[in-house]
């Protein structure tokens, strides 16, 4: 990248490093950031942790009875949570609380299909390092005369490139955000390091072009046939990192990233200049794979039930400690030796755990033809992501559940895990929404099981044998009782030869919905009810039947408006890139630092 070809191996300063530099200081600015604001919550949460061990739990929230109103069935409705003298309500101006309009806000996206959605938040941050890329790129120079400014640029993303890499970045350990969003931070500097070499080549073989002697007298040297292997190998890479091929040939995609070692060689052949960078680079690549190797992998045998050919449950006889919300990576090595997947950990007890796969790629259409009744082995990693609590502040007045198709994956562990915590009184708020979108009824069987489990929670139980023996007047429920709401909307006719079901909702079920949602969903209730033994809770007045879409953003609006300026609601949606676009659109536009407080959790799954 220097003008000199001399054959000197001694790397001077050179004015362009001071570009570089402080293009590495506005790259590393962020990181201490947010790890300073990572290590002060750790902290505080320790503390926090620590002055409830020892004070013990507060009591639960209880419902005023002369501010209860009873619908048309006969179920009391709380229209507001009794309130302790202190500590109940949301402060507005409070470090935590800003942050959080601040997040919400900066969520709002603007959906232009299932590949490209633009996150506020996310694409101001880029526009301003590009700005900032731009200034540097451009101040005090002449790239016609002086290309290697580029070339610069480009070496200080190379330490930064390989820091956030891996599932198990130490980017990720020390800042606390999850390994999807530092992927997102290592595509974007991938993507600046190729403009930026694209930008020093490009004027580099301008500047020649007029005159063709000199054009082959520089093409003979070994310096820049050493920097258009590089930029061949870099073209290369990022042409097999390109979504497509990650979504059709993932194990091309891998094989050829492995190319980043011939990159790193070339590039240092090219210039000594680049030593200093590529070093810091591999010494964080090092970093990451040492920090990989805390997170044991770990074999297990499985065994999947396939559910329409759409949809694989597999069952591990495997115990992973985990958080609810998050996932592991799963191998098949019959499959594939070099593909790992995430899942949603669905459920897990002490000897095993289970996820569940949509078929939407290769990989899970291939789950999708497992053999009935046949084990297989598998290799697990994880657990990843973030643990994800609801219903525990002495504030929250309500938990909502917005999932879609096996997005219900994320949210059962969550709900249960909620519903655990109210019965051993840590969670106060008893008040929880669930709203699951699906195609057609039948995919409701994929998690039957589960969302039987989490209603009979809600009313006290934690087991069959609990409820069992309570019918029989052995035992009464243990735990405070949990009103959940749990509604179903489908969009197709199914059952094969049956008719539509359709099964009446309570009145209130549909009070806060959109006109034309409401509208379908009146004339839904016109229906006669159909009791099929084929029909997941079919005349269980628990579960509420909607043939008709959700209106996702008038839905969570309208649930947004029933909480009281000082309390707050804690939401949590899983579905396809264009309902959580909705679903961060709404919580943005009614996010106000003088009402109540939003506490919006997401997760992307395809529908």
Same mark, same amino acid.
């Given at each position: !990248?220097?003008?000199?070809? +001399?054959?000197?191996?001694?790397?001077?300063?050179?004015?362009?490093?001071?570009?570089?530099?402080?293009?590495?200081?506005?790259?590393?600015?962020? =990181?201490?950031?947010?790890?300073?604001?990572?290590?002060?919550?750790?902290?505080?949460?320790?503390?926090?942790? &620590?002055?409830?061990?020892?004070?013990?739990?507060?009591?639960?929230? %209880?419902?005023?009875?002369?501010?209860?109103?009873?619908?048309?069935?006969?179920?009391?409705?709380?229209? &507001?949570?009794?309130?302790?003298?202190?500590?109940?309500? %949301?402060?507005?101006?409070?470090?935590?609380?800003?942050?959080?309009?601040?997040?919400?806000?900066?969520?709002?996206?603007?959906?232009?299909?299932?590949?490209?959605? @633009?996150?506020?938040?996310?694409?101001?941050?880029?526009?301003?390092?590009?700005?900032? @890329?731009?200034?540097?790129?451009?101040?005090?120079?002449?790239?016609?005369?002086?290309?290697?400014?580029?070339?610069?640029?480009?070496? $200080?993303?190379?330490?930064?490139?390989?820091?956030?890499?891996?599932?198990?970045?130490?980017?990720?350990?020390?800042?606390?955000?999850?390994?999807?969003?530092?992927?997102?931070?290592?595509?974007? /500097?991938?993507?600046?390091?190729?403009?930026?070499?694209?930008?020093?080549?490009? *004027? !580099? !073989?301008?500047?020649?072009?007029?005159?063709?002697?000199?054009?082959?007298?520089?093409?003979?040297?070994?310096?820049?046939?050493? +920097?258009?292997?590089?930029?061949?190998?870099?073209? @290369?890479?990022?042409?097999?990192?390109?979504?497509?091929?990650? #979504?059709?040939?993932?194990?091309?995609?891998?094989?050829?990233?492995?190319?980043?070692?011939?990159?790193? =060689?070339?590039?240092?052949?090219?210039?000594?200049?680049?030593?200093?960078?590529?070093?810091?680079?591999?010494?964080?690549?090092?970093?990451?794979?040492?920090?990989?190797? *805390?997170?044991?992998?770990?074999?297990?045998?499985?065994?999947?039930?396939?559910?329409?050919?759409? @949809?694989?449950?597999?069952?591990?006889?495997?115990?992973?400690?985990?958080?609810?919300?998050?996932?592991?990576?799963?191998?098949?090595?019959?499959?594939?030796?070099?593909?790992?997947?995430?899942?949603?950990?669905?459920?897990?007890?002490?000897?095993?755990?289970?996820?569940?796969?949509?078929?939407?790629?290769?990989?899970?259409?291939?789950?999708?033809?497992?053999?009935?009744?046949?084990?297989?082995?598998?290799?697990?990693?994880?657990?990843?992501?973030?643990?994800?609590?609801?219903?525990?502040?002495?504030?929250?007045?309500?938990?909502?559940?917005?999932?879609?198709?096996?997005?219900?994956?994320?949210?059962?562990?969550?709900?249960?895990?909620? /519903?655990?915590? #109210?019965?051993?009184?840590?969670?106060?708020?008893?008040?929880?929404?669930?709203?699951?979108?699906? #195609?057609?009824?039948?995919? =409701?069987?994929?998690?039957?099981?589960?969302?039987?489990?989490?209603?009979?929670?809600?009313?006290?139980?934690?087991? %069959?044998?609990?409820?069992?023996?309570?019918?029989?007047?052995?035992?009464?429920?243990?735990?405070?009782?949990?009103?959940?709401?749990? %509604?179903?909307?489908?969009? &197709?006719?199914?059952?094969?030869?049956?008719?539509?079901?359709?099964?009446?909702?309570?009145?209130?079920?549909?009070?806060?919905?959109?006109?034309?949602?409401?509208? $379908?969903?009146?004339?839904?209730?016109?229906?006669?009810?159909?009791?099929?033994?084929?029909?997941?809770?079919?005349?269980?007045?628990?579960?509420?039947?909607?043939?008709?879409?959700?209106?996702?953003?008038?839905?969570?609006?309208?649930?947004?408006?029933?909480?009281?300026?000082?309390?707050?609601?804690?939401?949590?949606?899983?579905?396809?890139?264009? !309902?959580?676009?909705?679903?961060?659109?709404?919580?943005?536009?009614?996010?106000?630092?003088?009402?109540?407080?939003?506490?919006?959790?997401?997760?992307?799954?395809?529908?």
């Amino acid at each position: !990248m220097d003008h000199n070809h +001399g054959t000197t191996q001694s790397t001077p300063w050179n004015m362009n490093l001071d570009y570089a530099i402080d293009w590495s200081v506005a790259l590393g600015v962020p =990181v201490v950031l947010l790890s300073g604001r990572h290590l002060v919550l750790s902290i505080s949460r320790a503390i926090e942790d &620590r002055k409830q061990r020892r004070q013990g739990h507060a009591p639960l929230a %209880t419902v005023d009875s002369t501010e209860a109103e009873t619908d048309d069935l006969g179920v009391d409705i709380p229209t &507001r949570l009794s309130k302790s003298p202190a500590g109940t309500t %949301t402060p507005r101006w409070s470090y935590t609380r800003i942050e959080n309009w601040i997040t919400n806000k900066a969520s709002a996206t603007l959906y232009l299909g299932s590949v490209v959605h @633009l996150v506020a938040g996310a694409t101001l941050l880029a526009l301003i390092f590009l700005s900032i @890329l731009a200034v540097l790129l451009t101040s005090d120079v002449n790239l016609k005369l002086n290309s290697n400014r580029a070339g610069y640029l480009g070496l $200080a993303c190379i330490p930064f490139l390989f820091a956030f890499t891996g599932k198990n970045s130490i980017i990720s350990l020390i800042t606390g955000i999850s390994h999807h969003r530092i992927n997102q931070v290592h595509r974007f /500097l991938g993507i600046s390091l190729f403009v930026l070499i694209s930008v020093h080549m490009g *004027c !580099m !073989m301008k500047s020649w072009w007029p005159w063709k002697s000199l054009m082959a007298q520089q093409l003979a040297t070994p310096k820049v046939r050493y +920097g258009l292997a590089t930029y061949a190998t870099l073209c @290369l890479l990022v042409v097999t990192a390109a979504w497509p091929m990650r #979504r059709f040939a993932y194990e091309a995609f891998v094989v050829s990233h492995s190319l980043f070692l011939v990159f790193l =060689v070339l590039v240092g052949l090219h210039t000594p200049y680049a030593m200093r960078f590529t070093v810091a680079g591999i010494f964080f690549y090092m970093i990451n794979v040492l920090t990989g190797w *805390c997170v044991k992998s770990k074999m297990a045998l499985a065994q999947a039930t396939v559910f329409q050919d759409r @949809l694989t449950r597999l069952r591990m006889d495997r115990s992973v400690s985990h958080a609810p919300g998050q996932h592991i990576y799963v191998c098949v090595p019959s499959m594939s030796l070099i593909q790992w997947h995430p899942f949603t950990i669905s459920s897990s007890d002490q000897t095993s755990l289970t996820v569940h796969a949509r078929a939407v790629g290769g990989f899970t259409k291939k789950l999708c033809r497992w053999p009935e009744n046949t084990q297989r082995r598998v290799l697990l990693a994880g657990p990843y992501g973030e643990s994800v609590q609801v219903g525990r502040g002495s504030d929250i007045q309500k938990v909502v559940f917005v999932a879609a198709g096996s997005g219900l994956a994320y949210v059962v562990p969550i709900l249960m895990d909620f /519903l655990q915590a #109210r019965r051993q009184s840590k969670a106060r708020c008893g008040h929880v929404e669930i709203v699951w979108c699906v #195609r057609d009824p039948d995919e =409701v069987q994929w998690f039957q099981e589960e969302l039987e489990m989490a209603l009979d929670a809600a009313q006290g139980y934690l087991d %069959t044998m609990e409820k069992e023996k309570e019918e029989t007047g052995l035992i009464i429920p243990d735990g405070p009782e949990t009103q959940l709401r749990l %509604t179903i909307h489908y969009t &197709r006719l199914s059952f094969e030869d049956q008719e539509s079901l359709v099964v009446s909702a309570p009145a209130h079920q549909y009070q806060g919905l959109s006109t034309s949602t409401s509208a $379908a969903s009146s004339s839904t209730t016109e229906v006669a009810k159909k009791t099929l033994n084929n029909v997941p809770f079919a005349g269980d007045d628990r579960v509420a039947w909607v043939q008709s879409r959700l209106d996702v953003g008038q839905y969570v609006r309208d649930q947004i408006k029933e909480i009281e300026s000082d309390r707050a609601v804690d939401i949590v949606g899983c579905g396809p890139a264009l !309902m959580l676009a909705q679903l961060h659109n709404v919580v943005a536009a009614n996010e106000s630092l003088t009402g109540c407080r939003v506490n919006l959790h997401t997760e992307r799954f395809y529908m």
